[in-house]
Nanobody
Framework: QVQLVESGGGLVQAGGSLRLSCAAS????????MGWFRQAPGKEREFVAR????????YYADSVKGRFTISRDNAKNTVYLQMNSLKPEDTAVYYC???????????????????WGQGTQVTVSS
């Protein structure tokens, strides 16, 4: 089992920044893919970013490319999502997820992930 706990959400003005954290515990994550997703009211959960816990290339949704950065701290067993130049349309509940990995396309899908955190609310005001 893997437990994921997100934090760092909040209310920010457009153009501002937030850093989300996802603290992981339980099973060793070295072979896992870690992803960030978000879900706005009335919309489906959508992919934001992913990376392999062991390192290597990252992958982003077009809507956040150049503004968001996914990273990890092995010592703290934590994955981060640095969000800059935030827009009102970034408002959503953000979820951290862990899965066994796969292609870029596959790991952009909700079904690629087995473990999910409880989510953290991000609200961007205009």
């Amino acid at each position: 089992q893997v437990q994921l706990v997100e934090s760092g959400g909040g209310l920010v003005q457009a153009g501002g920044s937030l850093r989300l954290s996802c603290a992981a515990s339980g099973r060793t994550l070295s072979s896992y893919a870690m992803g960030w997703f978000r879900q706005a009211p009335g919309k489906e959960r959508e992919f934001v970013a992913r990376m392999r816990w062991s390192g290597g290339s990252t992958y982003y949704a077009d809507s956040v490319k150049g503004r968001f950065t996914i990273s990890r701290d092995n010592a703290k067993n934590t994955v981060y999502l640095q969000m800059n130049s935030l827009k009102p349309e970034d408002t959503a509940v953000y979820y951290c997820a862990a899965g066994s990995g796969g292609s870029y396309y596959y790991t952009s899908q909700v079904q690629a992930y087995t473990y999910w955190g409880q989510g953290t609310q991000v609200t961007v005001s205009s």
